[in-house]
DNA sequence: TGTACATCAGTGAACGCGCGTTCACTGATGTAC
DNA sequence: TGTACATCAGTGAACGCGCGTTCACTGATGTAC
């Protein structure tokens, strides 16, 4: 008997085979990053043939764009949760947005890295995705900052937690260091601003 | 006469193939990204039978290490030119490096980003040349800064002019705005550090 | 309770594609005599 | 100056690969009577 399906086995007909894919997915995206999403891939690893996945998303894309709008997801809830309560630190939430990312570093760079080889329907979806975050985040900015140039004040906390993110899930980094107190004294420095020079 | 490669006509025969390659890689590095190099494409560029980078390079891998190697070495060469008579201001540098990338973002990609998808060999060697570079400009700032935590304040500036060149480099920005002076603005708070909230 | 039937989530085979690389070759170049 | 030859940058054909997607199908599920 090769696929009996008796009912409570966990085979997938009616119903939990979409779920299966995003899971699968979300860890072949972790495992060999955003170029190494393969729909026979996932399947492979499902045991599945890979014309199934067809009856649950369009396309690769649509399965990539549903990874994507998780971790858009995912990301706000954490930012919410680490500015809750307190509400003139930032500290809280840069590190908040850097553990996210170097939780979960293939999804990260799917939602916002390597914009370009990716295919024309998911390449705009997962745009859209992204500058809706962003607004939600310097929307939340507004809010604890004196009004001139908030948006300045927004693009530079976004450019150091997305730098430090990427340079940290790249390894680029001394792996000699303790990145958690790396983390916080470089989130200091984006508060007090570079030591200057000594006078002359 | 298919091709009778006359002396002195732009045929390859005799050396000139291996340049004429790395330039047409280039080109289709910034057509398609890192993800879109080719050694079909390129050959079919150039007019060429594929097997013939073969004699040149020993892999399409050898190809994409020599455009990086190319990439470090204009980069450092900005860099310095940015940083040569002034000696306190960084803002010169963060804005070469910016620009830089904005120029070649297809070749900064390469350089920095997307560590995952390379082949092993490649990734070796692009990632060795990354830490090469970094020590390389943190040696430099060691001049210009205060002896404690110059390694905190290097990755603080990495952080930021990394995140902010992908940033734009993603068009995930305001179309809006001028770049160069939202790039002089964002690198004036590196300076000043955040404006504090004001007093309740 | 038992049978006929529509639904639709799954299947295997096949499509066309572009890729990096290998192979045995060819034919122009430039050198040795 | 003229001929024989070694070199080696180029060639076309072919390899095996994995991919996303389409196609006509099958067979279990759950519903209607």
Redesign the interface.
């Known amino acids: 008997m090769p696929h009996p399906a008796e009912p409570g086995s966990d085979r997938y007909h009616r119903g939990n085979l979409r779920q299966a894919i995003l899971e699968t997915a979300r860890s072949l995206l972790e495992e ?5 999403l393969s729909l026979r891939e996932i399947a492979r690893r499902l045991d599945v043939s890979a014309p199934s996945a067809y009856h649950h998303f369009a396309s690769l894309d649509a399965i990539a764009v549903a990874l994507a709008e998780q971790g858009f997801d995912e990301l706000t809830e954490r930012l919410k949760a680490a500015t809750g309560n307190l ?2 630190r ?1 500290g809280p939430a840069g590190a908040a947005y850097i553990s996210f990312a170097r939780a979960n570093p ?1 999804l990260y ?1 799917l939602m ?6 990716m295919i024309s329907k998911k390449n705009l979806a997962v ?1 859209s995705l ?2 809706r975050a ?1 607004a939600t985040l310097s929307e939340d900015l507004r809010k ?3 009004e001139p ?1 908030v ?3 927004a ?10 993110a ?2 940290m899930i ?5 792996a000699a260091a303790d990145p958690n107190t ?1 983390i916080d ?2 989130l200091r ?10 006078a002359t």
């Open positions: 060999a990053g955003p170029g190494g509400d003139g930032l293939g760079r916002f890295g390597e914009g370009f080889q745009r992204r500058q962003y604890r900052l004196p140039d948006s300045t004040a693009l530079f906390l976004w450019s150091l937690v997305h730098g430090l990427l340079l790249d390894g680029q980094l001394d790396m004294k470089v420095l984006a508060g007090t601003g570079l030591p200057r020079r000594p």
